[in-house]
């Protein structure tokens, strides 16, 4: 019998990529766990809660696409539909084309989507150069290998061999520090970022009902990618709208905790339509491809519920599939217990429904699924259809089983010959079994004949203890918002001051309008208009959020959104302090917007934590008054 | 529910599956009829023999009567409460525990007096458990022997790779994840490898003997049964 291709990989996999594989998904399962809790007061509400709002949105879709293009239209973002991969590349290319007609650098945010649709091929062919920027990413790229995860896309890799692909790419010494490996990749890529004229990107979510688009990421890459160029394009799987604003921050919350254990990643990028007159920098053009590509076909079916994946990651890490085989094993863009759902649902159970046999069916992957989307049951629906259509076939003859199974007498003689069948017979099932197990015995006495005579065992009385009551939690004392703040951002690498500790005398500054009006009067090293040259740049924000330890920035007259992400410091100057994400909603203007927590930062190489990748890796924020 | 794996191989874990009920105060009925609920074809896809198994087990143990259907496996009690629902759209909710959610919940038993011999035991929760809402209710029964010292090891709520069928199909993944287990409960120091259903154990036990490593397997319900005076 053919061995599934997923259990073949896993035979020549070296231990060493499982490993690596290994070790980093259970550090993240790990972080998933206190992230969560630190988030929600009850994280399985949240779950429930955002599977509601998924479902809601399934159910919805038309009337809810609709919405999302007129409000994106208004605001000048331009929308495109593409039913199937080829129609999208197309859509793509055209754009391209217009902006760019003479080819060049494309810089390219993370995104499914585009692995999907394999956009990079398509855009070489068309005499462009698509450069991955996330660091994960750009490694997969230059090694010409694809991501084994959808968000950790190296996870099968050490530091080892990524510091010979950056050396053999010549990016700098050969090093095995991650710091230091990020910084190489950190130069390359900023010169890229430069010269592209069109960037890439997937989409987190879409907000039908204000049009905003939303990326999240940590490196600062996404944001580079999306601001820098003239062109921005997003391409975005039709199922990944939000219907309302408010729903974002539980999303939000519940994306990072379960992909990272994060309270919130670094960036969320909020998109209101492309560079207004008065603002700087930011994109002429936005355009939002909306892909189905077979999304329509499984909302229709038994596997809809899988179009409430956010893409987190948690059910790869938590799989115990996933972390022997790693993600190529499953030879789809999309891995793990998702992907054995999602791939065979898209592209056909005849193609692919050996996925979802690739499974122990030990559940952990729904237990973790921020959207509680029932994986388990799927994978059965999986193979009972790839069963019936002939798709897959198991090596037993179960009809034989049951035919066994279905009269005592029968099941009581086969269990008398059983001790030789094991022996003897060739048992469908015993190959794959004894490869790698002693096959079982019968141990010990049987069942049926110790009944046959059994004596009652004598009845005690046994202790029925009340289970211990939970201790009623303390309610949680008032404090400070400014110093809860300031501990959050503490531990986000940044850092809480005031105006009159701010020493900027020996530092070149660039200065955003509002912040040139707070700091007349401080010294500076000297100041420039060219964010690319600063080695500070000084902006200020709408609110700070005691929650998270995020501030909200917004673009706006006079203002470079490269201000915060370009020079290697970013000084922040805010006033206002707000409890929690649901209250930036009231402060959130009509322009794009971004939320930062912390510094930029990666764990891509082997889990270690790099902060200031791609973008700034000191975050001051200065309270004023 | 007997369950198929210990009408042929494990009839010990029978034996004290009915002891341990019978100490606890309950009548046991056991109907001969019985065989298998029919998750093995089930989980292998093939829905059309599990249908026929599932019938007969439905007719000859009556899942949804008023005697409570109690079996020394979460994956088989797993099988009738999630299963069935699949196989045959409608069905009510059965009466049907598994052993230690049965002692725990319905018969509000808390801890299990009685004494073995010291042993350092590690105890893996089978995965079934997830599905039917268990926590820690055979653990917590086990930890409560004297003579046993329940140790931790890591990864623990991870899955053993049994996963029925999956084991013969998918040798390699299914091994490896086994293995994983196993190493880090020997790790642990423990000598004793507990679980709550024989899919597991008769996977890890398989794996145990082909490398003859140094670690001894009982169902929960075989502590349970011995620490019962004679």
């Not at chain 1, 339509?273 to 491809?289: N, Q, W, Y």
């Not at chain 1, 790698?436 to 015995?441: A, S």
């Not at chain 2, 209710?137 to 996963?163: D, M």
């Amino acid at each position: 019998m053919k061995r599934s291709p997923v259990e073949q990989y896993a035979r020549k996999l070296p231990q060493e990529k499982t490993d690596s594989v290994r070790s980093a998904t259970v550090k993240v399962t790990n972080a998933r766990l206190t992230g969560l809790a630190a988030s929600f007061e009850d994280p399985e509400a949240a779950r429930t809660e955002a599977a509601k709002i998924k479902d809601f949105v399934l159910e919805h879709l038309d009337e809810l696409l609709n919405r999302l293009v007129e409000n994106c239209e208004k605001q000048g973002i331009q929308v495109h539909r593409a039913e199937d991969a080829a129609e999208a590349n197309k859509i793509i290319l055209q754009i391209a084309k217009r902006a760019a007609p003479g080819g060049g650098v494309v810089t390219k945010a993370k995104s499914m989507a585009t692995e999907e649709i394999h956009l990079n091929e398509h855009l070489e062919h068309a005499g462009y150069e698509p450069v991955e920027t996330d660091l994960g990413e750009y490694v997969v790229q230059i090694d010409h290998d694809t991501p084994s995860h959808i968000v950790a896309p190296i996870i099968h890799k050490n530091r080892r061999e990524i510091a010979r692909s950056f050396a053999r790419e010549g990016l700098g010494d050969y090093t095995e520090d991650p710091s230091t490996l990020a910084m190489q990749a950190r130069a390359h890529l900023r010169e890229k970022f430069h010269e592209a004229k069109i960037g890439v990107s997937g989409v987190n979510f879409a907000i039908a009902e204000t049009g905003r688009i939303v990326l999240i990421e940590n490196e600062g890459n996404n944001r580079f990618s999306t601001t820098a160029p003239d062109v921005h394009i997003a391409l975005m799987g039709i199922e990944k709208m939000l219907p309302r604003e408010q729903d974002l921050p539980l999303f939000l919350k519940l994306l990072a905790g379960s992909a990272t254990g994060q309270s919130l990643t670094t960036y969320v990028h909020l998109i209101a339509g492309p560079r207004r007159e008065d603002e700087i920098d930011g994109p002429s053009e936005i355009h939002l491809v909306l892909l189905d590509n077979g999304r329509r076909k499984v909302l229709a079916g038994p596997y809809k519920e899988i179009l409430r994946c956010i893409r987190c990651g948690a059910c790869l890490n938590v799989c115990p599939v996933y972390r022997q085989g790693s993600g190529h094993a499953y030879g789809h863009v999309y891995s793990g217990p998702l992907g054995a759902v999602l791939a065979p649902a898209l592209e056909g159970v005849d193609k692919l429904g050996y996925l979802a046999k690739a499974s122990s069916l030990c559940g952990a992957c729904e237990e973790v699924c921020p959207v509680k989307i029932p994986i388990p049951r799927m994978l059965l629906q999986l193979r009972d259809e790839g069963t019936r259509t002939g798709a897959i076939k198991d090596p037993a003859n179960w009809n034989l089983y049951a035919t066994g199974a279905v009269k005592a007498g029968r099941w009581k003689t086969g269990l008398k010959l059983l001790p030789m069948a094991t022996g003897v017979v060739p048992h469908p099932m015993k190959s794959g079994w004894g490869e790698f197990h002693e096959l079982p015995h019968r141990e010990g006495r049987t069942f049926r004949d110790w009944w046959k005579d059994h004596k009652p065992t004598p009845a005690a009385a046994l202790p029925h203890t009340e289970e211990p009551a939970r201790p009623e939690k303390p309610t949680p004392e008032k404090k400070d918002p400014w110093a809860e703040f300031e501990a959050k951002l503490a531990n986000l690498g940044g850092r809480l001051t005031t105006l009159g500790d701010l020493d900027l005398s020996d530092k070149t500054c660039y200065l955003d309008a509002d912040a040139i009006a707070l700091l007349k009067g401080a010294k500076f090293g000297g100041v420039t208009g060219d964010v690319w040259q600063a080695e500070v740049g000084i902006t200020t924000a709408l609110c700070a959020v005691v929650e998270t330890g995020s501030v909200l920035l917004a673009a706006g007259s006079g203002k470079a959104r490269l201000a915060s992400l370009a020079p290697p410091v970013h000084i922040v100057l805010v006033r206002d302090i707000v409890p929690s994400l649901d209250d930036i909603f009231a402060k959130l203007p009509d322009r794009t917007s971004v939320v930062v927590t912390g510094t930029s930062r990666t764990a891509d190489i082997e889990g270690v934590l790099v902060r200031g990748v791609h973008g700034p890796r000191e975050l001051i924020v200065v309270r004023i008054s | 529910m007997l369950t198929c794996l210990c009408d042929a191989f494990f009839g010990e874990v029978g034996i004290a599956t009915v002891r341990v009920l019978e100490h606890a105060g309950c009548e046991v009925v056991f109907d001969e009829t019985q065989t298998c609920c029919g998750q093995p074809p089930f989980n292998a896809g093939d829905w059309k023999a599990a249908r026929k198994i599932a019938r007969h087990c439905i007719e000859s143990l009556h899942p949804y009567g008023e005697i409570p259907l109690v079996t020394p496996s979460g994956s088989c009690a797993a099988m009738l409460r999630e299963g069935y629902p699949m196989l045959f759209e409608g069905t009510e909710h059965p009466n049907c525990f598994e052993l230690g959610e049965f002692l725990v919940h319905k018969l509000g038993i808390q801890s299990w007096p009685g004494e073995v011999s010291p042993r350092k035991v590690a105890f893996h929760r089978a995965c079934h458990g997830r599905g039917l809402g268990l926590k820690d209710e055979q653990e917590r029964l086990v930890r409560s022997l004297q003579g046993v010292e329940l140790v931790q090891f890591a990864q623990q709520e991870q899955c053993c790779g049994f996963g029925g069928a999956f084991a013969a199909t998918h040798g390699k993944l299914s091994s490896g994840i086994g293995q994983e287990k196993l190493d880090n409960i020997l790790a642990s120091g423990a000598e004793w490898l507990v679980s709550g259903d024989m899919g597991c154990l008769m996977h890890l036990n398989g794996l145990i003997q082909k490398h003859n490593l140094p670690l001894k397997t009982a169902h929960f319900a075989q502590f349970l049964s011995e620490a019962i005076p004679a």
